[in-house]
């Protein structure tokens, strides 16, 4: 989760997502009272595809496609051809919603498919990258158009049936990440934050002891049902003639099966006995998080910006930062902190009570700041043609719209004072769920 942005994971600077958190839509920025060391709270460009453009709808803007294809026999195709773009870019999407006893499953699928991806890649200079979104899994792919044919084929190389021998590395390497995430206050207080906010949803890269009892069959099992050409959505920025894209489209994927497949039963109940995590603990640690809204409200990124601001202008005898995860279809409002034990009732009480000082001291200059932040660094992504594709296909993933990108756009600039006074307000309201860790 992804760093983060238009759908489900936008992320301004300040590293990767903590290794089994849900994606994250904002985090502070680590110039911004943001804690360095292994005690985080949370613990090359391609050329231009467009300048950055002055209004959201204006002629020739890149957020704006230029076709979309509906084959019948998917996947579903948002075109923008940037002509003269030295490079292009296909970014794949497979919707991917996870059952109890499936936590983890999507995580895996993806590292195979990167893996497999990256040796076909290699042989043309091309690079692939893969992402667990909170909608599901997306693959992106960039190189020179000549070898269009080659980049549809490393996406074939990602989507491919899992074997075996794969699913034992990869279930090995998410399992020590996990592992190593307990190792850390910071990893441990947002497990259970995110446990306690959801605990109905599994988090995305699993739980330890639901990764143990998994196997092969099960994990393929899943791939069969989510997998399929007609669920997929396909963004394609660069030179392509139409023909072309709906040639590669019938290689992508499993076609849909004749008849839709009946639901399968949880084959077991979810393993209940998780290792207790027993990280190493210096400083008393302290978080809330707060439901928030849809992840296609703009408002909750907003927020987070302001949260973050707010704590760096009032610095107190302690670290803490901000984050907005994407948990589900909802955004989830994060703040977490750090101080050693004679601080511990500061930071707690500073983090209690930051919705409400936000909330109160909340000026028309500060939202517009926090809207022209936020605007600037999706523009700037979208310069590149894959910066494009990904912002493109975030936005799809929750909608399903090709405008979705350029409407999220417009719903961020008509935010006012007003409107940010009213969310806040909510926030304030809001029961949060919170979590302590213990020297």
């Known amino acids: 989760m992804s760093p983060t942005l238009l759908l489900a994971c936008f992320l301004l600077p300040g590293g990767d997502p903590l290794p089994g958190a849900d994606p994250v839509l904002w985090r502070t920025p680590s110039s911004v009272e943001a804690p360095s060391s292994a005690e985080d709270p949370f613990p090359a460009e391609d050329p231009p595809v467009a300048s950055v453009p002055g209004q959201t709808q ?10 979309v294809l509906t084959p019948p026999w998917g996947p579903r195709t948002v075109v923008t051809r940037a002509p003269g773009a030295p490079v292009m870019a296909l970014r794949l999407h497979i919707p991917l919603r996870e059952r109890s006893w499936e936590g983890g499953f999507g995580e895996i699928l993806m590292r195979m498919g990167v893996e ?48 075996p021998g794969e699913f034992a590395s990869a279930r090995r390497r998410v399992l020590s990440d996990l592992e190593r995430a307990q190792e850390t206050p910071g990893g441990v207080l947002a497990q259970r934050l995110r446990s306690r906010m959801a605990p109905e949803i599994p988090p995305p890269a699993g739980r330890v002891g639901t990764l143990e009892a998994t196997g092969f069959q099960d994990l393929l099992a899943t791939w069969h049902r989510t997998h399929r050409r007609d669920q997929t959505q396909l963004v394609l920025v660069g030179p392509v003639a139409t023909e072309a894209i709906l040639a590669a489209l019938l290689e992508l994927g499993l076609p849909a099966p004749e008849e839709e497949p009946s639901e399968v039963e949880a084959p077991r109940d979810s393993p209940s006995d998780e290792p207790t995590p027993d990280p190493e603990v210096l400083r008393h640690w302290y978080g809330e998080a707060y ?32 984050e907005v995860w994407e948990v589900g279809d909802r955004a989830v409002v994060a703040v977490a902190g750090a101080a050693f034990p004679q601080q511990s009732a500061e930071v707690r009480s500073r983090i209690q009570e930051l919705r409400r000082e936000v909330a109160e001291n909340l000026s028309n200059d500060q939202v517009e700041g926090a809207i022209r932040q936020l605007h600037r660094e999706i523009l700037m992504e979208a310069r590149t043609p894959g910066g494009l594709a990904n912002v493109l296909g975030r936005r799809m993933e929750g909608t399903g719209e090709p405008e979705s990108a350029v409407r999220y756009l417009d719903r961020l600039t008509s935010v006012d004072r007003d409107g940010m006074a009213t969310y806040l307000e909510e926030l304030v309201q809001a029961s949060p769920v919170t979590g302590e860790v213990h020297p």
Do not use: K, N
Request: net charge negative; glycine share 10%; aromatic share 4%.
């Open 58 to 67: 204006a002629p020739g803007d890149p957020l704006v496609p230029d076709t």
């Open 116 to 163: 497999r991806a990256r040796g076909v890649a290699d042989q043309v200079g091309a690079r692939v990258e893969g992402v667990r979104t909170g909608a599901g899994i997306a693959y992106t792919v960039t190189g020179p158009p000549a070898d269009f044919d080659h980049l549809v084929w490393v996406l074939r190389r990602a989507m491919a049936e899992p074997d």
């Open 291 to 322: 439901p928030a809204s849809s992840v296609d409200d703009p408002r909750s990124l907003v927020a987070g910006i302001l949260l973050s601001q707010q704590l760096r202008e009032r610095p107190g005898r302690y670290e803490a930062s901000v």
